[in-house]
């Protein structure tokens, strides 16, 4: 009896890949606050450039840097859940991968954080003026 794996065709699908992409994003974000709290900021921040008359360019890029954070976010979470597969118990190492990858999340959020506030100052400036 053989345990190997099926072998694949070789063909890539585009349609499955699609759908193990999103069923994936479906099965993560209610499992993770900060996931759906990120989601909730982007929307807020767009509607914020609508608001105040963001170009569609300015809009664009607080969408892109949206999802860029969302993007590491999943990632780091993808890293934890692997982490705590292959050791559930807890360990000084694993730890300080899971911290790493947070890590990339807080550089992530201080760089957005920064080119949302750039966006906005010129913005809100005009705004305020009336």
């Known amino acids: 009896m053989s345990t190997a794996a099926p072998k694949r065709s070789g063909r890539w699908n585009a349609l499955r890949s699609g759908y193990h992409a999103f069923s994936g994003l479906l099965w993560v974000a209610p499992r993770t606050p900060s996931l759906r709290l990120g989601v909730a900021v982007v929307v807020l921040v767009a509607a914020v450039g609508i608001v105040l008359r963001f170009t569609s360019v300015e809009i664009a890029v607080l969408i892109l840097l949206g999802t860029l954070l969302l993007a590491v976010e999943t990632l ?17 190492t694993i730890g300080k991968i899971k911290d790493v990858a947070a890590g990339a999340t807080g550089v992530t959020e201080i760089g957005g954080a920064i080119a949302v506030a750039i966006l906005l100052w010129h913005h809100v400036a005009e705004w305020l003026r009336f």
């Open 76 to 92: 780091n979470t993808a890293m934890e859940m692997l982490c705590d597969h292959v050791e559930p118990n807890r360990n000084p």
